[in-house]
C-alpha cells in the first residue's frame, strides 16, 4: 500500500514545503517529503522552460476591466529571485480571439526566446522574441503569417520548434501551399540574427536539444539527429511516436501504445521500452532519468529500469515539465485561474543506496 509521506517544515524561508501534494515512491515504499520550492502565480502558467538553476515561465494575462499583462518572468533558484523578463510587446500575447499566447519558450545560458502566437478567424501570426536575462529587454527577432481558415487550412509562413539548452537555441521556419502541404523548410539557430543551420522538410519540427543535439520529429513519424551545426548525424524510426527528448547518451521517446522507448543517441540502437502512465506528455530526459506528466501527476522514473522515483499528485491540471541536473520543474493549475511553479532538486529525486 502506498502511504502518505510525513509534513516537513524548513527553517529557510526560501524553502517551503509542498502543499496538497502526495509523494511517494512507485515501489510503493514511504519517501521523505523533498526540500521543494514553489513560486504561485497570478494566472495560469502557459510555459515553462528550465535551465541549470533558472526557471522561465510565462503567466496568462487578462482581458476586460482591470485587465492585467501577460509577463514572462526567470526564476533564480540560487537567489530565489524572481525577475521579470518580457516587456510591452509581450504583454497582449492573450488578447487575439484565436491566439495560443506565449505557445513555446525556451532558456539557454544567458538568453531566452519565446513564439507568441496571434490569430483571428482568417489570420494567424507568430512572433519570435529573445531576451538576456541580464538586462531584460524583449527584441523580436522574426515573424510569419499565414491566411486561410484557423479551423482548416492556412497558407503562409510558420515559426515552430523552439528549443534550447547550454548557449544554443534554434527555432523552424516553414511554409504551407494551399493544400496545407509543406513547400519550404529550414532549422535555424537564433543569434544575433536567424542564421540557417539545415534546410528541408526533414528538419521540421525540433523538439528537443540538449546542447549537443537536436531531435527533430518528423512528419513521417521519424526521428533525425542533428549537430547544433546542422549535420544529420542519424535517422531513428520509433514504433511511434508522440513527444521526444535527448541528453548525451539517451533519446527517449513517447509513443502512441503508453510506452516510453530508450534510444542510444550515438548509435540509434532501441535499449528498452517501458509502460507509462494513460495520458502521458511533457517529456524530459537527464541524469538518466525521465519525466513526464499524466493527468494530475508528474512521474520521475529510472531509464534503466523503469521503475518510478518520485511522483507528486494533484487535482490540478498540469501545465508542463522540465527535468535537468539541477532537478524537476513542473507548473500547475491553482484555484480562481492562478498558478504554481514547483521545483524539486536532483538530489530528492535520485534514491539514497541502502547501507549494508
Same mark, same amino acid.
Given at each position: 500500500?502506498?502511504?502518505?509521506?510525513?509534513?516537513?517544515?524548513?527553517?529557510?524561508?526560501?524553502?517551503?514545503?509542498?502543499?496538497?501534494?502526495?509523494?511517494?515512491?512507485?515501489?510503493?515504499?514511504?519517501?521523505?517529503?523533498?526540500?521543494?520550492?514553489?513560486?504561485?502565480?497570478?494566472?495560469?502558467?502557459?510555459?515553462?522552460?528550465?535551465?541549470?538553476?533558472?526557471?522561465?515561465?510565462?503567466?496568462?494575462?487578462?482581458?476586460?476591466?482591470?485587465?492585467?499583462?501577460?509577463?514572462?518572468?526567470?526564476?533564480?533558484?540560487?537567489?530565489?529571485?524572481?525577475?521579470?523578463?518580457?516587456?510591452?510587446?509581450?504583454?497582449?500575447?492573450?488578447?487575439?480571439?484565436?491566439?495560443?499566447?506565449?505557445?513555446?519558450?525556451?532558456?539557454?545560458?544567458? *538568453?531566452?526566446?519565446? &513564439?507568441?502566437?496571434?490569430? %483571428? =478567424?482568417?489570420?494567424? $501570426?507568430?512572433?519570435?522574441? /529573445? !531576451?538576456?536575462?541580464?538586462?531584460?529587454?524583449?527584441?523580436?527577432?522574426?515573424?510569419?503569417?499565414?491566411?486561410?481558415?484557423?479551423?482548416?487550412?492556412?497558407?503562409?509562413?510558420?515559426?515552430?520548434?523552439?528549443?534550447?539548452?547550454?548557449?544554443?537555441?534554434?527555432?523552424?521556419?516553414?511554409?504551407?501551399?494551399?493544400?496545407?502541404?509543406?513547400?519550404?523548410? *529550414?532549422?535555424?539557430? &537564433?543569434?544575433?540574427?536567424? %542564421? =540557417?543551420?539545415?534546410? $528541408?522538410?526533414?528538419?521540421? /519540427? !525540433?523538439?528537443?536539444?540538449?546542447?549537443?543535439?537536436?531531435?527533430?520529429?518528423?512528419?513521417?513519424?521519424?526521428?533525425?539527429?542533428?549537430?547544433?551545426?546542422?549535420?544529420?548525424?542519424?535517422?531513428?524510426?520509433?514504433?511511434?511516436?508522440?513527444?521526444?527528448?535527448?541528453?548525451?547518451?539517451?533519446?527517449?521517446?513517447?509513443?502512441?501504445?503508453?510506452?516510453?522507448?530508450?534510444?542510444?543517441?550515438?548509435?540509434?540502437?532501441?535499449?528498452?521500452?517501458?509502460?507509462?502512465?494513460?495520458?502521458? !506528455?511533457?517529456?524530459?530526459?537527464?541524469?538518466?532519468?525521465?519525466?513526464?506528466?499524466?493527468?494530475?501527476?508528474?512521474?520521475?522514473?529510472?531509464?534503466?529500469?523503469?521503475?518510478?522515483?518520485?511522483?507528486?499528485?494533484?487535482?490540478?491540471?498540469?501545465?508542463?515539465?522540465?527535468?535537468?541536473?539541477?532537478?524537476?520543474?513542473?507548473?500547475?493549475?491553482?484555484?480562481?485561474?492562478?498558478?504554481?511553479?514547483?521545483?524539486?532538486?536532483?538530489?530528492?529525486?535520485?534514491?539514497?543506496?541502502?547501507?549494508?
Amino acid at each position: 500500500m502506498r502511504q502518505p509521506s510525513t509534513r516537513t517544515r524548513t527553517a529557510t524561508a526560501a524553502v517551503i514545503a509542498l502543499t496538497g501534494l502526495l509523494l511517494v515512491t512507485l515501489d510503493g515504499s514511504a519517501a521523505a517529503r523533498p526540500t521543494s520550492l514553489q513560486k504561485r502565480t497570478a494566472g495560469q502558467v502557459e510555459a515553462l522552460a528550465l535551465d541549470g538553476s533558472r526557471i522561465a515561465y510565462d503567466v496568462a494575462g487578462t482581458n476586460g476591466p482591470g485587465a492585467r499583462c501577460n509577463v514572462i518572468y526567470v526564476w533564480n533558484l540560487r537567489r530565489n529571485i524572481r525577475t521579470r523578463l518580457s516587456g510591452r510587446q509581450t504583454c497582449g500575447a492573450d488578447t487575439t480571439s484565436t491566439g495560443a499566447g506565449v505557445r513555446e519558450l525556451a532558456l539557454a545560458g544567458g *538568453r531566452a526566446a519565446w &513564439i507568441v502566437n496571434k490569430g %483571428g =478567424n482568417t489570420d494567424s $501570426g507568430d512572433y519570435l522574441y /529573445v !531576451a538576456a536575462l541580464a538586462r531584460p529587454n524583449e527584441r523580436i527577432l522574426a515573424s510569419a503569417f499565414r491566411t486561410g481558415d484557423v479551423d482548416g487550412i492556412l497558407t503562409g509562413n510558420w515559426l515552430g520548434g523552439l528549443v534550447g539548452a547550454k548557449s544554443f537555441l534554434a527555432v523552424n521556419h516553414w511554409a504551407t501551399d494551399t493544400h496545407g502541404a509543406v513547400t519550404s523548410a *529550414r532549422l535555424q539557430r &537564433i543569434g544575433a540574427r536567424l %542564421g =540557417n543551420l539545415t534546410e $528541408g522538410t526533414a528538419s521540421i /519540427v !525540433a523538439r528537443s536539444t540538449d546542447g549537443r543535439q537536436v531531435a527533430v520529429l518528423r512528419q513521417d513519424g521519424t526521428i533525425g539527429l542533428y549537430t547544433t551545426r546542422g549535420k544529420l548525424l542519424r535517422v531513428v524510426t520509433p514504433s511511434s511516436a508522440t513527444e521526444i527528448a535527448v541528453r548525451g547518451d539517451y533519446l527517449a521517446v513517447l509513443t502512441k501504445t503508453r510506452t516510453l522507448e530508450v534510444y542510444n543517441s550515438h548509435s540509434g540502437r532501441r535499449l528498452r521500452s517501458w509502460h507509462v502512465a494513460s495520458g502521458a !506528455a511533457h517529456l524530459d530526459v537527464s541524469n538518466r532519468l525521465a519525466s513526464y506528466a499524466a493527468p494530475h501527476a508528474v512521474h520521475v522514473v529510472r531509464l534503466a529500469t523503469g521503475k518510478g522515483t518520485f511522483v507528486a499528485r494533484t487535482g490540478a491540471e498540469i501545465r508542463g515539465v522540465q527535468l535537468e541536473p539541477a532537478g524537476l520543474a513542473y507548473a500547475i493549475d491553482g484555484p480562481h485561474e492562478t498558478g504554481k511553479v514547483v521545483f524539486v532538486p536532483m538530489s530528492r529525486l535520485q534514491p539514497k543506496p541502502r547501507l549494508r
